[in-house]
């Protein structure tokens, strides 16, 4: 009896030291701009590389240059347009565009306008002042400011598999439109990132 609750006692505790090590969480923090790479999808460096480089043509663009001079020494109002993704993943391109927008609207060559679901939450808000705040304070109706050109863009990727190998390149396209006449001020492609992805092969 004794010998047989011995080896009970042995048997719990091996699944009690399994069950501990098993569900343990390992948590640790890294520097922001620690390149990882786990799966070889698109993530947080991906889009620092290709909003830095897009910005940096956009800002350095002759055209874009000439059309700010055209206008007289105004600063010139943009609208970020949706960034489609029209890759084979799922990419979150609200950080694209987000970043863009930091990033130009902090060089102080332009300003932005809210659009998309900004925007109708701003319109919702002035038009429910109109019956619930006071006359003095109540925000005015037609009275944004216009934008004169709108970015917006695509994420694409092709995909190219042989084996236990997968190489990913990503096409961002971003360009900028004159609101007013439909002339494309600005267009790039970023094709920078490109990763091949091996894959441990199934041991038989």
């Known amino acids: 009896m004794k010998k047989f609750l011995g080896i009970v006692g042995v048997i719990l505790l091996v699944f009690a030291s399994c069950a501990s090590s098993g569900g343990s969480t390992a948590v640790q923090r890294v520097d ?3 390149q990882i790479d786990l799966s070889g999808y698109w993530n947080d460096t991906d889009v620092k590389i290709v909003c830095q480089a897009l910005i940096n043509d956009c800002l350095n663009s002759p055209r874009v240059d000439q059309a700010i001079k055209a206008m007289g020494g105004k600063t010139p ?7 489609r993704n029209e890759s084979s993943e799922h990419i979150d391109t609200s950080i694209i565009t987000s970043t ?10 332009m ?7 900004t925007r109708d939450e701003l319109r919702a808000e002035r038009q429910d002042q109109q019956s619930n705040a006071s006359e003095a304070t109540a925000a005015r109706l037609a009275n944004e400011t216009g934008a004169n050109f709108m970015l917006f863009g ?3 990727t092709i995909i190219d598999k042989a ?19 439909n002339q494309r001020m600005w267009m790039a ?3 920078e990132i490109k990763k091949v992805v091996t894959q441990a092969k199934n041991k038989l």
Do not use: P
């Open 163 to 181: 084996g236990n190998q997968t190489v990913r390149t990503y096409f961002v396209n971003a360009e900028m439109t004159n609101v007013t006449t």
């Open 154 to 156: 695509s994420v694409k």
């Open 189 to 191: 492609t970023n094709s």
């Open 77 to 83: 109002i943009v609208l970020v347009g949706r960034f």
């Open 111 to 117: 300003d932005f306008v809210a659009g998309g679901s």
């Open 32 to 34: 922001a701009n620690t």
């Open 100 to 109: 863009m927008e930091t990033v130009i609207f902090n060089s102080g060559k």
